[in-house]
């Protein structure tokens, strides 16, 4: 197990106390992304048996990299401080990626706490219009969401992990891109359940986040076309829009960076990739910015995620 968490003390530890509390008895990993609360020795008190990692600053979603690094199991699951998984999903998500030799990265479903209910992502993934693959157990999918998702460790290291430049939004996309690139296959699995409470409503920023991360995922991976009619929608939304503007200077920002690490997808991912374009007829027409319990699903420009 890989937790994620920033200045949640009390959800961390209420994260950690079900996750001690789990048949499979899972070995955690804490990544702490540079808290300021007493978290790490609020964890290291109370669950002496975690290893903790301290990011040495707040890299947003990289620091999942920093605690799949410091695993030592075949199989990583992933948390947030406020999120957990059902009794028995984790031991479900090692048989099926013990049967499935080519997946590398499973989706869960997921609930939402208080209430149970279902997340709407879990019906979007379930209505993928990428399919099923014979060597696969569910709907193939070309996003999830980041704290209900068990990877494989050696394939999601080889991908590279999240990429920092995005820090935290809509990163998915970006990883399950890096894993089909390589062969690897990433699905819907509905019968291993996660739990998710969030915290609070929208944060501020997050649009602006997610339309730029969108944008620089283009640049990362997707056809140079593509990229600069993407830049260019961005750019007209920007003279009346200020999330927009906001996006664009954020782009504007790390494009230099992004560029060093732009690697095309190739043809078959591309073709993937292309059917969830919102161009694209099998595409949902759906807003840029995802409601906001709802993950990124299998849209490049939908995702869920705490703002830098």
Do not use: I, K
């Not at 290291?44 to 799949?68: D, F, I, Q």
């Not at 499973?106 to 208080?114: D, G, I, M, S």
């Not at 709407?120 to 696969?136: C, F, I, K, T, Y």
């Amino acid at each position: 197990m890989v937790v994620l968490s920033h200045d949640r003390r009390e959800g961390l530890l209420a994260t950690l106390d079900r996750l001690a509390a789990l048949p499979e008895r899972p070995p955690v990993v804490v990544v702490d992304n540079a808290s300021t609360d007493g978290a790490p020795a609020a964890v290291a008190r109370r669950h002496p048996r975690v290893t903790l990692v301290a990011a040495g600053g707040n890299t947003g979603a990289a620091g999942r990299t920093l605690g799949v690094r410091a695993a030592r199991t075949p199989y990583v699951a992933f948390s947030d401080d406020d999120s957990w998984w059902r009794p028995g999903a984790l031991r479900r998500a090692a048989d099926l990626l013990d049967a499935h030799d080519r997946l590398a990265l499973l989706a869960a479903r997921v609930t939402v706490e208080p209430g149970g209910a279902e997340d709407p992502v879990n019906a979007e993934l379930a209505a993928s219009p990428l399919g099923r693959a014979a060597d696969l157990p569910g709907p193939r999918v070309l996003g999830f969401l980041a704290c209900a998702a068990v990877a494989r460790r050696e394939a999601f290291l080889a991908a590279g992990g999240y990429h920092p430049a995005l820090f935290v939004g809509g990163e998915e996309t970006l990883l399950a891109y890096d894993l089909v690139a390589r062969g690897w296959g990433v699905c819907h699995c509905p019968e291993v359940e996660a739990v998710h409470r969030p915290a609070g409503g929208e944060r501020p920023g997050r649009r602006a986040v997610l339309r730029r991360n969108a944008v620089l995922t283009t640049w990362l991976r997707r056809p140079l076309g593509l990229a600069v009619r993407r830049t260019g929608v961005l750019l007209a939304d920007a003279r009346r829009d200020p999330a927009a503007r906001a996006a664009l200077g954020g782009l504007l920002v790390r494009l230099p960076v992004v560029l060093r690490d732009r690697r095309p997808l190739p043809p078959e991912a591309e073709r993937l990739a292309r059917r969830l374009d919102p161009e694209s007829a099998a595409a949902p027409q759906r807003e840029t910015a995802a409601p906001p319990r709802v993950a990124a699903a299998w849209r490049a420009d939908t995702a869920e995620g705490d703002t830098p």
